[in-house]
């Protein structure tokens, strides 16, 4: 972003919807090419894939084109298929989701010295980096109710004693990695370990947590669950690394 800029935003979408009209898409761009700006960002695309001449992102862009202003447009989430590529115009700077080339690093290690690295926002710099106790609230049957000990649920550790320890739980069942991070503290729990959901694999999310707390891969997971079930006093820690 230049020094200074005069940034400029045209509402085109419903409050509290995802309905964004057409007519109110290429008004907005229209009004925004009267209005003089220089670079026009559009993060949204059609649901299908339509002739150019029918797509108003297009049509307006077109027009912001001819009269010098660049258009830079998100790909959509879509994908990988044939006609999942939203704003493909050969006039439209069509962006796509990446990466940073670094992370704000945390790691899980174990008592049997592996390591495993995640990542987390919430950095402590007091946190004690000797071995504490490690429980996995899932690891006694597939029940209903062990699910949901799995998930770190509201209200599911209440009967089990984490108090003082780290809790491994997984990725899922319908709430947020915060969410799960209040039940552990809620219930004694010093800090989280959060294991993936196969479908999420190897990708990891540096999150607010609001207790000490790293976010490793399904693999990682699988690993550390096994060394649960195998160790007679499983223990573990959170080492904190920052970028």
Same mark, same amino acid.
Not at 10 to 17: D, E, I, L, Q, R
Not at 117 to 133: A, I, R, S, V, Y
């Given at each position: ?5 005069? $940034?400029?935003?045209?509402?085109? #979408? ?13 008004? *907005?761009? +229209? ?6 700006? +220089? ?18 992102? *297009? ?13 830079? #447009? ?20 069509? @962006? ?38 490690? @429980? ?5 049957? $597939? ?8 998930? #770190? ?7 089990? +004693? ?7 739980? +997984? ?21 989280? $370990? ?33 060394? $649960? ?8 820690? @959170? ?5």
């Amino acid at each position: 972003m230049a020094p200074n800029a005069h $940034i400029a935003m045209y509402k085109v #979408c419903a409050s509290g919807t995802r309905e964004c009209y057409e007519s109110s898409i290429l008004a *907005a761009m +229209d009004i925004a090419i009267e209005d003089g700006v +220089d670079v026009l960002s559009l993060s949204l695309g059609l649901d299908s894939t339509v002739s150019f001449f029918e797509d108003p992102i *297009a049509i307006g862009a077109f027009a912001a084109t001819q009269k010098g202003v660049f258009v830079s #447009c998100s790909a959509a989430n879509s994908g990988p298929e044939y006609s999942t590529l939203s704003n493909e115009a050969p006039w439209i700077l069509t @962006v796509g989701a990446s990466t940073i080339d670094r992370k704000i690093v945390a790691s899980a290690k174990l008592g049997n010295g592996d390591e495993f690295e995640g990542e987390t926002l919430f950095q402590p710099k007091d946190f004690p980096q000797q071995l504490l106790p490690l @429980v996995y609230a899932g690891s006694n049957g $597939i029940s209903s109710q062990n699910q949901n000990q799995s998930f #770190c649920l509201p209200g599911s550790l209440k009967n089990i +004693d984490v108090r003082g320890k780290v809790v491994l739980c +997984d990725i899922g069942g319908g709430v947020s990695s915060v969410v799960k991070g209040q039940e552990v503290l809620n219930s004694g729990g010093v800090a989280m $370990i959060l294991a993936n959901s196969e479908a999420i694999g190897f990708s990891t999310f540096a999150i607010a947590h609001v207790l000490p707390a790293v976010d490793v891969s399904y693999a990682a997971g699988l690993i550390i669950k096994d060394y $649960i079930n195998s160790t007679y006093n499983p223990t573990a820690t @959170v080492l904190f690394k920052g970028t």
